[in-house]
């Protein structure tokens, strides 16, 4: 079974709104991490923004923030006001622990194309 | 301050050919080490990962392996490459002491021809 499941292999926003991308995960561990990576199409994996299983307060970084539901199992990435550099690949992420050693497991991602 | 350095950048290779590729951490010690490949558009696929000297767990039962002959040195191997093989690979490691992120190398295209 996916524990990380994006749905949207393709998106499309218009520069200066606000786009949400859907990310929903499965685990039965209490305490895990999500993240959310950038890939431009030079390929570097850029990190944008993380979320603990126990922060009460949804992540923000700059336009990113991430809208945790822990009982819906959702982390959707939010990027307000989009820019033309937006346009990348899009990868959400969980970090499990294993045997006391953290995994991290990725999403198949969203393609993000902002629209001038 | 930490960097990840992984090389070669591309990588083209006959089917039946040896592989080696290279990572390593500098500015940290004792990190936890990832090998990921990811297939064209798609997602990131864990293969590798070690968290001390000669400690190697597999996710994907394949034609590859890993070594981690040094604390930051991660080495990613086959003896005889397939066309399956052909991806892009990265390198990445975490600490707990640099929070929770995952710091990723440049990666490497491989192509088997």
């Known amino acids: 079974a996916q524990k990380i499941t994006q749905t949207q292999p393709g998106m499309f926003v218009q520069e200066k709104e606000a786009v949400t991308l859907d990310c929903t995960y499965d685990?039965?561990?209490?305490?895990?991490?999500l993240f959310w990576y950038k890939q431009p199409s030079s390929g570097e994996m850029i990190f944008l923004i993380y979320?603990?299983?126990?922060?009460?307060q949804n992540a923000t970084e700059g336009r990113y923030s991430l809208n945790f539901q822990k009982a819906r199992k959702s982390a959707n990435l939010v990027i307000s006001a989009s820019q033309l550099g937006d346009s990348a690949m899009y990868f959400c992420?969980?970090?499990?622990?294993?045997?006391?050693?953290?995994?991290?497991?990725f999403g198949t991602g969203t393609r993000l194309k902002v629209l001038a | 301050s930490q960097t990840i350095h992984q090389w070669p950048a591309t990588l083209v290779q006959p089917v039946g050919s040896p592989l080696s590729l290279e990572c390593t951490v500098e500015?940290?010690?004792?990190?936890?080490l990832y090998w990921y490949r990811q297939a064209a558009g798609r997602g990131l696929q864990l293969l590798f990962y070690?968290?001390?000297?000669?400690?190697i767990s597999s996710e994907v039962p394949q034609n590859l392996s890993a070594s981690r002959p040094q604390d930051r040195q991660f080495i990613l191997s086959s003896k005889k490459l397939l066309l399956s093989d052909s991806g892009f690979y990265l390198c990445?490691?975490?600490?707990?002491?640099?929070?929770?992120?995952?710091?990723f190398g440049s990666g490497t295209q491989l192509s088997v021809l």
């Open positions: 992420a969980m970090r499990e622990e294993t045997s006391g050693t953290y995994k991290y497991i």
């Open positions: 685990t039965s561990d209490q305490s895990y991490g």
């Open positions: 990445a490691w975490s600490h707990p002491g640099q929070g929770e992120k995952l710091f």
């Open positions: 500015g940290t010690s004792n990190p936890n």
């Open positions: 070690s968290v001390g000297i000669g400690q």
């Open positions: 979320q603990g299983s126990y922060d009460e």
